[in-house]
């Protein structure tokens, strides 16, 4: 774009809420836009920051909460809203006062969590996107969740949890992100709903996951929907967004495992589990007699004593006789790469969005032991929609575990659901690919960015707004 011969480039904030399962999403979104030539500022909560020096493309701008940790009561979502308002906007003005022509704000997309950022976005007169860390599926769930606390579906009886729910098809009570609730959660969840003035709405997921639920959603918030992803795929490879160290040398122990045989465990990087769950897990993996990549991350179990206990502390006696060399377990571990490797026949997982995102990607089939927020949502569309994974019960057990392993790792079900995977990985690779649904949901979203900054932007109108 050009305005008076002078080349100009656009900067957009985004705005990212404190937890990794968003961070990587928002990181990926800022790189992609970065290669369609925009500045990118990623506005963030200061604790639990990004890496910044893995981004030096990007401006880093650390936003005071006055929190001094981010494990406290439920308050902390709405303190968070309250407190980070001023920083953001101080930032903004004052890039909107020194701004050169060539690279002015243009856009401020936000988490949504991240409500505020939209009020930021209102009282300066800029376009705002609000974006969903979540499938369209989850965003639908959430929606409905003070329409069915009205109606009395919630909190939920133990006597409906198998029931479907009105208007939520595939989904059953228990599968709702929300069983239970408060006044304070209700009005964080209308608040993150809410897309207020905001110009459109994006989405990490495409068109041929999510179809029906896409169309709902567009009913529903009544602005252009973007569907674009998985933005991992869509994202420079090479991009870092982890924000625990991963520790690569697992990679060169799936180079020596036989083609899909390695079941991969990993219960994301905020799930905790209490030690018996480990115990179950631990033995069921072993009765199995698969091999297996396990993630133990430090602080993952309840009440444990030290919040940096290391796996070898929380082992069954005898488990690691047991598995030998059958078995590797690390602290963290680069995900998109292991569950690409042709060793890796299966993934245990939380069912987070990335995690069943990176999986589909790569035709790997799970099985989902959910534990909180959109978990159970995504497991019920991997299990009962796309038919790609298993789900545990609510009580793991380790007969349990060593049979949904031997189901999908062994048995005719298992090739089944892998077979399904596979031919979900081509579909999705043609969605991102030129030309492809999320491409063109992208290009879509890049020029709705360049028509509103083209518009009349009187910078000093804006700031004395």
């Known amino acids: 774009m050009e305005q008076n011969g002078t080349q100009i480039r656009q900067r957009v904030v985004l705005v990212v809420a404190p937890f990794q399962g968003h961070?990587?999403?928002?990181?990926?979104?800022?790189?992609?836009?970065?290669?369609?030539?925009?500045?990118?500022?990623?506005?963030?909560?200061?604790?639990?920051?990004?890496?910044?020096?893995?981004?030096?493309?990007?401006?880093?701008?650390?936003?005071?909460?006055?929190?001094?940790?981010?494990?406290?009561?439920?308050?902390?979502?709405?303190?968070?809203?309250?407190?980070?308002?001023?920083?953001?906007?101080?930032?903004?003005?004052?890039?909107?006062?020194?701004?050169?022509?060539?690279?002015?704000?243009?856009?401020?997309?936000?988490?949504?969590?991240?409500?505020?950022?939209?009020?930021?976005?209102?009282?300066?007169?800029?376009?705002?996107?609000?974006?969903?860390?979540?499938?369209?599926?989850?965003?639908?769930?959430?929606?409905?969740?003070?329409?069915?606390?009205?109606?009395?579906?919630?909190?939920?009886?133990?006597?409906?949890?198998?029931?479907?729910?009105?208007?939520?098809?595939?989904?059953?009570?228990?599968?709702?992100?929300?069983?239970?609730?408060?006044?304070?959660?209700?009005?964080?969840?209308?608040?993150?709903?809410?897309?207020?003035?905001?110009?459109?709405v994006i989405c990490n997921t495409n068109d041929f996951l999510e179809h029906s639920q896409l169309s709902q959603l567009q009913e529903e918030c009544q602005v252009p929907i973007f569907s674009i992803g998985p933005l991992h795929k869509m994202a420079p490879a090479s991009l870092t967004t982890s924000l625990l160290k991963e520790d690569t040398s697992c990679l060169a122990w799936l180079d020596n495992q036989a083609p899909k045989s390695v079941i991969y465990v990993s219960l994301g990087s905020v799930a905790t589990v209490d030690k018996k769950e480990i115990t179950e897990t631990a033995w069921g993996l072993a009765n199995s007699g698969q091999p297996f990549l396990w993630i133990l991350r430090p602080g993952m179990v309840l009440n444990s004593e030290d919040a940096s206990d290391k796996w070898l502390d929380l082992l069954p006696e005898g488990f690691e006789e047991r598995v030998r060399e059958r078995g590797l377990i690390v602290e963290w571990a680069p995900q998109k790469e292991v569950l690409s490797h042709s060793a890796v026949g299966g993934f245990f997982s939380h069912a987070g969005w990335n995690s069943a995102l990176e999986s589909l990607s790569e035709g790997v089939p799970m099985i989902c032991r959910p534990c909180f927020a959109d978990h159970h949502v995504n497991a019920r569309h991997i299990t009962h929609v796309w038919k790609v994974g298993l789900e545990m019960d609510l009580v793991l057990e380790r007969e349990g575990i060593e049979r949904a392993i031997r189901r999908v790792m062994l048995e005719k079900e298992g090739e089944e659901m892998r077979q399904r995977a596979i031919d979900m990985k081509q579909k999705i690779i043609t969605c991102v690919q030129k030309g492809g649904s999320a491409d063109n949901s992208l290009n879509d979203l890049v020029e709705l960015i360049s028509s509103k900054s083209n518009a009349k932007n009187d910078t000093a109108t804006l700031i004395e707004s």
Request: hydrophobic share 40%.
């Open 23 to 200: 961070i990587t999403p928002i990181l990926q979104i800022g790189s992609i836009l970065h290669a369609k030539g925009f500045s990118i500022t990623i506005a963030h909560a200061e604790f639990n920051p990004p890496h910044s020096s893995n981004h030096p493309e990007f401006v880093f701008v650390p936003l005071s909460t006055n929190l001094s940790d981010y494990d406290i009561p439920s308050t902390f979502l709405s303190t968070m809203n309250v407190n980070c308002k001023e920083p953001l906007k101080t930032y903004v003005v004052q890039t909107l006062e020194k701004q050169e022509p060539r690279d002015r704000v243009c856009c401020i997309i936000y988490d949504s969590m991240m409500y505020f950022a939209e009020a930021v976005a209102a009282d300066l007169k800029i376009p705002s996107i609000l974006y969903h860390n979540s499938s369209a599926s989850y965003v639908l769930a959430r929606h409905a969740t003070p329409r069915l606390h009205k109606q009395g579906y919630i909190p939920v009886q133990e006597s409906m949890s198998n029931e479907l729910v009105p208007e939520l098809h595939p989904l059953r009570f228990k599968d709702l992100p929300f069983r239970q609730i408060s006044e304070t959660l209700l009005k964080l969840i209308a608040n993150g709903n809410n897309v207020r003035s905001s110009a459109a």
